[in-house]
Structures are given as structure tokens and as C-alpha cells.
T-cell receptor
């Protein structure tokens, strides 16, 4: 079956530091890949996505590249801000096998200090 | 557009009581989902629906029932609440096979069972 593995948190950084959150996946077909963000007290919202190999999704300074050869979709940001403190979820959606239901990682908490 | 809305936002129940959580979406999405989120557990899928009149079990369906009588609404029922069902519940919707299946989430319902 499909699965998503994220690095465990919390990840604690100082403002303006470089961020990487690792995400690897297994899938039976050719999935679409997503990063969602959850700010405190809110629901998840889509941060970025990629639908085919070597695609780069980007939004709000965050980037992730769909690496089929390493089955990875690592999230990066060059300079984090306090307002980026949130929980980040990696997810995939795979059309093959008859089920298109998304699979989520367990989430990585990011804490950014001033 | 309101997106995905959930009713109520907060609820406190006593063990054995019943309740229904309502999810509504105005994006004409085919797929709808109910998740629960507990500390350290990430998101866990309870039930989902791939179209009006259809429902299916997710990862943790026991103790819950659902109905999708109208395309825009997805109801989650607890027939006899237990303290183990204390959680934050999120509804989500997506286009399903018509798109990349990115999900749109509601703001959540915080349920406490005493």
C-alpha cells in the first residue's frame, strides 16, 4: 500500500535559518505529492503540490521537488520567519489501485524563535 | 465561496450521549472525508465518500457512522460517545478523479467526551 514518512519533530530554528523537512513515500502508481500546513487552532491548508517527476512546487518562499528516483519530496525554505511556526504534513494521492484517497505523513512541528 | 464549513466548532458530551457533526462544502466536490486528529497521531481517516449516496470506511471507523444524502453535505454521527472519542475532527473535500485530488479542509470541531 501507499505510505508517507516524515522526519519527526519538533524542528526548532532561529528566525532567518534554513529549513528542510524530509519526506519520503511509497506508492503503487504515479502519485501527486502535497505539502499541507496547519497553523495553531486551524484546519490544514495546501501549501504546495507537484504532479510529476522533477516538478517543483513553490509557495510563500517554500519549495519542494518531486524526486521519483529517490521517492522524496523534501520541503525547504531559505529563511524562516516566526510566522512559519506550524505543523507541516506531507501527503500523496495515487489514482492506481482504484482508491484515490490521500495518504498523510504524521506531521512535523516547526517552531521558529525570534 | 465559504469553502468547507463545520458545525459545531466545540462540543462537550457525556459518555453515552449521541451527536452529529455536519460538514458542508460549496465547491461541487465529489469526494468528502472525515478525519480525527490526536496529539502525536497525525490525521487518521474515519470515513470517506466518493460521491452522493456512497460512503466507505477509513482507518478508524469504529464507533462512528456517516451519511452523504446530498453532494454538498457529509454527516458524522456518534451513537454512543466514549471518552476515547475526545479529539479534534476535521472534514475535507476534493475533486477526486477529476483533478489532482488536493484537499480543502474545514476549521475543525473540538469534541470532549466526559
Amino acid at each position: 500500500g501507499n505510505s508517507v514518512t516524515q522526519m519527526e519533530g519538533p524542528v526548532t530554528l532561529s528566525e532567518e535559518a534554513f529549513l528542510t523537512i524530509n519526506c519520503t513515500y511509497t506508492a503503487t502508481g504515479y502519485p501527486s505529492l502535497f505539502w499541507y500546513v496547519q497553523y495553531p487552532g486551524e484546519g490544514l491548508q495546501l501549501l504546495l503540490k507537484a504532479t510529476k517527476a522533477d516538478d517543483k512546487g513553490s509557495n510563500k518562499g517554500f519549495e519542494a521537488t518531486y524526486r521519483k528516483e529517490t521517492t522524496s519530496f523534501h520541503l525547504e525554505k531559505g529563511s524562516v520567519q516566526v510566522s512559519d511556526s506550524a505543523v507541516y504534513f506531507c501527503a500523496l494521492s495515487d489514482r492506481t489501485g482504484g482508491s484515490y484517497i490521500p495518504t498523510f505523513g504524521r506531521g512535523t512541528s516547526l517552531i521558529v524563535h525570534p | 465561496n465559504a469553502g468547507v464549513t463545520q458545525t459545531p466548532k466545540f462540543r462537550v458530551l457525556k459518555t453515552g450521549q449521541s451527536m452529529t457533526l455536519l460538514c458542508a462544502q460549496d465547491m461541487n466536490h465529489e469526494y468528502m472525508y472525515w478525519y480525527r486528529q490526536d496529539p502525536g497521531m497525525g490525521l487518521r481517516l474515519i470515513h470517506y465518500s466518493v460521491g452522493e449516496g456512497t460512503t466507505a470506511k477509513g482507518e478508524v471507523p469504529d464507533g462512528y457512522n456517516v451519511s452523504r444524502l446530498k453532494k454538498q453535505n457529509f454527516l458524522l454521527g456518534l451513537e454512543s460517545a466514549a471518552p476515547s472519542q475526545t479529539s479534534v475532527y476535521f472534514c475535507a473535500s476534493s475533486y477526486g478523479l477529476a483533478g489532482t485530488n488536493e484537499q480543502f479542509f474545514g476549521p475543525g470541531t473540538r469534541l470532549t467526551v466526559l
